[in-house]
């Protein structure tokens, strides 16, 4: 057993150089365990990350959520990677998220050889085992194109694999208990949540979409697909024709959601973006739109989420609800979650409030809109349309559009 040992004051200083610090730790050949544990001090306006880097690649983060973290080549703390520890120079890294005008003294030790309990493993079995599936609603039947079929989702939702409060399997639950058919679980700067995905979804029933958010302080993005660590740390520009490259879909999350407001630079526009979030609380307030239209109207596929993180998020998973018009034949949780991708690629979304409320779906060559009487069709030229039926059928024409009623209050997006 090796003990490494860090004690020093972290300064304004330091957080101006880079939001992000390394230290080294040397992994002996062989080595049974790593067993990190972070002290920070009991100040107001103190918030520090903590993660792990080895030497062959990124192994987990758990941000502010935790403040210790054990790897094994068989077990590790929920948002790290299980595996063999590769002999050579790892890396604990923290980040200094929040610190006040004074600095802060983190102490970090960081302690190679056998690990008798790795933290936060049993707690997070234990809670799994407890959930049980729920009854799902009636199911709603949308139009639909030839050989296309919608399906219900939600695009934003955190496990305690990062900072939420419950298992994969109680995201599943909320998600199959709302209606829906796939959900992204896309917990803060890891994906070590990715490899229950499969087995939980078929337990439950639902597709998870296996995904990232790529969390900085200037913003917030989520990489979908299985498709490998996204480095936060490198600039956001990287991020766009990383993913893609790797045969992903990125999203902007929330970009008018206070201190997490998109602000990085990117001469590339992903293809997604989270233009209805769970903080769209008042929708007669246009940002979410106007900020849209600025991004890209017709260039940017639009999708909703959640965001849920624990029983006082402001909403429960499917609120709002994406659905996504997907291949037809696509059956069961794994074929639901990719053909997803594959509908999101196409750019076939819409979005509501909820599983049930009203809706606007392009069918074909013609916008449908449902349980939305008195209502008007915005075009992106501005053309306004009058909607007077629970169900109507009007033509399309080219770009995204969305449902207003005559207060202005947004209802339903469709891209």
Known sequence: MAVTSYRRRWTLDD?????????????????????????????????????CEGTAGWRGWSGGARRT???????????????????????????????????????????????????????????????AVPPRPARRTLPAAPGLKWVAGDFHAHSLHSDGSTPV???????????????????????????????????????????????????????????????????????????????????????????????????????LAEVWHSTWLDRTWGGPIAWWQAWGLTSTTPIGGSDWHDPTSITLPGTPTTWIAVDASASGPDELARAVLDGLSAGRTAISASYTAPVLLRVEDSFVAIDAPNTVLVSPDGTRRPVRTEYESLPATPGPHYLVTHEGRFISLCS
């Open 15 to 51: 957080r101006a150089e880079s939001v992000w610090h390394s230290l080294p730790v040397d992994i002996p050949a062989d080595c049974p365990g790593l067993l990190v544990t972070l002290t920070v001090p009991a100040l107001e306006g103190v918030v520090i990350d903590l993660g």
């Open 69 to 131: 973290f054990a790897i094994t080549p068989t077990a590790a703390t929920p948002g790290y990677l299980a595996g063999d520890l590769e002999p050579g120079t790892w890396w604990v890294v923290i980040g200094l998220h929040r610190l006040p005008v004074d600095g802060a003294e983190l102490i970090v030790e960081a302690v190679t050889g056998p690990v008798d309990a790795v933290p936060g493993l049993a707690e997070y079995a234990d809670a799994s085992a407890a959930v």
């Open 169 to 271: 399997a109680n995201l599943a639950a909320l998600g199959v208990a709302a209606g829906l058919d796939v959900l992204a679980v896309t917990d803060h700067n890891t994906v070590a949540h990715h490899l229950e995905l499969p087995a939980v979804g078929k337990r439950f029933g639902i597709g998870l979409i296996p995904g990232q958010e790529v969390t900085t302080e200037s913003g917030h993005a989520n990489a979908f697909g299985d498709i490998g660590v996204i480095d936060f740390r490198r600039p956001a520009a990287t991020w766009v024709s990383e993913v893609a490259a790797r045969g992903g879909l990125l999203s902007i999350n929330h970009p008018l959601g206070g201190d997490c407001s998109w602000r990085q630079p990117l001469p590339e526009h992903p293809p």
